[in-house]
């Protein structure tokens, strides 16, 4: 079967790979229907150093299920089914409790033998615990959306759900990339009253605002806290959503925070400390955040998604067929594109 | 009237000041009955410069209302009564949210017109907002335990409540100071199963172990976090109280918090990063506290401080008159005592 491996920083190829099988009872084979490329995949493809046997890639798809192993028991060949970005066994202590990112017995995609989602198939492990039914036809027009449960929307959820959006707060959001503008989805879908976007590229923000921001923000850095403040009566944000994860986007995130306010965080990180402690300790503003348990969020965003209330697949400006996936990276790092679908 | 003024590191004196007087018509006068040192009080005494005209001191104190001012409705002449560690206006849109510490119109005792709480009496800014009226007489066997609420029971709780205890969970504390064994106190009372106490001195681990403390761990750095592992079968504790404030004791917090689980700090921080950052992301760990908003806690601890359900007096191990707080700064420096009661 085909697949996306990545050999090295800027080095994406579509390959011949060994088909994907059953290996496990709790395996499922799904056929991939949909795939994503993820604002994650553009990290190893800055910065991948030279590997002589790649390293297979994609955690976003949906798909219809081409068998089943003996122990699975809640998806059935010719389902169609959306997985979050881990595959978890839905049992053990964490995923009782939601955080399905920390299962004792889950993992990733795209490592061992475990498929990644930008190919023609996948082996999904802990099918069960995995994977989730769609009452919708593979072609469905709602496809793009559903496959946004994987992760970008699940993800947009999660730093709203850590930062405490609630009816009537103000909210703000760092970054209008994908994930920020899921953010803004969320926040609005929480009720927050109030939704600030700080970003610049006027193609995003353009659909931020259709989401729901009622405020842009565009400058950066002090000038940005400055702009937030002024916006607020100088009290800043109930709710900030860090959805880039460099230094200076996180202390902005921690600066527009209102005292007593909480910063989710979901970009991942490039440094190893939080910076501005002793300001934000003094004004009781929590962070918090992380991988995005997209599994657990999955039940409560199916619904709107089906019913048409949000519509995350927006996010997708752009489809490629499987043998372009290379063209849709260099897409999304130069920014051309917001967040590329790949369709098979 | 005489009060406490501190003129540099180690250099605490007892003086003659201007008597306390009302000013403003929202302004309380007070008389002292009981003061404390706070484990904050050490930071200017191990570190302040040099000062011609020195600093007042003191934020914790219980005293009887002796005058009023015309505004002032909610105390009187003769009422006993606690303050928090700051005072606040009850009214603003902070003070409402339960966020005193943010006041919009409060401020710190010590500063400008407002006299210390070690000293014989005290103007009280805001006095309506600030103030609660004890249903005790002055010299009650409860007083030290009714002082606690001013400050450092309030600040145990703070950082409970910030890092979610909930009943049955797993909580480890970080520091065996007063503060840390009142977050053991607030950590049972808001129905922990288990308490892990991060700590090394034998009196107060007793004391720890008495307040409800269910392990002591007197290890540190990676020891400490190994210990803790152990005890939690390698998961860590939901929920971690951070009383100390510095790098290493927020690092061990950070790392011994379970995925998911959250940190309530509230030991000033002494760094102005918050280190272990991409280990915390990837563990959905959240960090949040800061000063403490004991007046809005003051309400729900106070009936069972009348009802000796706690008993966070006690760790105030040692007395002193007026004439004698350089000596009790001097033996909770030298770590001599816990926390020093000044019976005035």
Redesign the interface.
């Known amino acids: 079967m085909r697949a996306t491996v990545m050999y090295g920083a800027g080095d994406v190829r579509i390959e011949i790979v060994p088909d994907a099988r059953l290996i496990e009872p709790t395996d499922a084979l799904v056929t991939v229907a949909r795939a994503a490329i993820c604002g994650s995949d553009l990290w190893p493809y800055k910065t991948m150093e030279r590997s002589d046997n790649g390293r297979r890639m994609g955690h976003e798809f949906v798909g219809v299920v081409e068998a089943v192993g003996t122990d699975v028991q809640t998806v059935k060949a010719g389902d169609v089914v959306v997985s979050p970005f881990l595959w978890s066994d839905g049992t053990c ?2 995923c009782q ?1 939601g ?1 399905q ?2 299962c004792l017995h889950g993992g990733r995609y795209g490592s061992d033998d475990v498929d990644g989602g930008q190919g023609e198939a996948v082996r999904v492990p802990q099918a069960d615990g995995t994977l989730v039914v769609l009452p919708v036809g593979a072609d469905d027009a709602l496809m793009p959306s559903l496959l946004t449960l994987s992760d970008v929307m699940g993800t947009g959820h999660h730093a709203a759900v ?1 930062a405490d959006v609630r009816p009537g707060k103000t909210v703000a959001v760092v970054g209008d990339g994908a994930v920020g503008l899921c953010g803004v989805i969320a926040a609005k879908r929480l009720g927050a009253e109030r939704i600030i976007l700080l970003g610049s590229h006027p193609d995003r923000i353009a659909l931020g605002t259709e989401f729901g921001a009622t405020d842009i923000v565009s400058e950066r850095g002090d000038e940005a806290v400055e702009r937030v403040h002024e916006l607020t009566h100088g ?1 800043g944000a109930h709710s900030v959503l860090e959805c880039v994860g460099l230094e200076e986007s996180t202390l902005t995130a921690l600066q527009i925070a209102r ?2 306010g ?1 910063v989710g ?1 979901v970009g ?2 490039q ?8 300001a ?12 995005a ?1 997209a599994r657990a969020y999955m039940e409560e965003l199916l619904p709107d998604v089906l019913e048409g209330t949000i519509e995350p697949g927006r996010v997708f400006d752009r489809s490629v067929p499987l043998d372009e996936v290379p063209d849709g990276y260099r897409a999304m790092n130069e920014r051309e594109a917001i967040k590329v679908l790949i369709e098979l």
Chains 1, 2 share one sequence.
Request: glycine share 12%; no cysteine; proline share 14%.
């Open positions: 202590v964490f409790e955080l990112t920390e850590v009290l005292p007593g909480a965080r991942l990180p440094e190893d400390s939080v910076p501005d402690a002793i934000t300790f003094f004004r009781n503003v929590t962070i918090g955040g992380g991988p348990p």
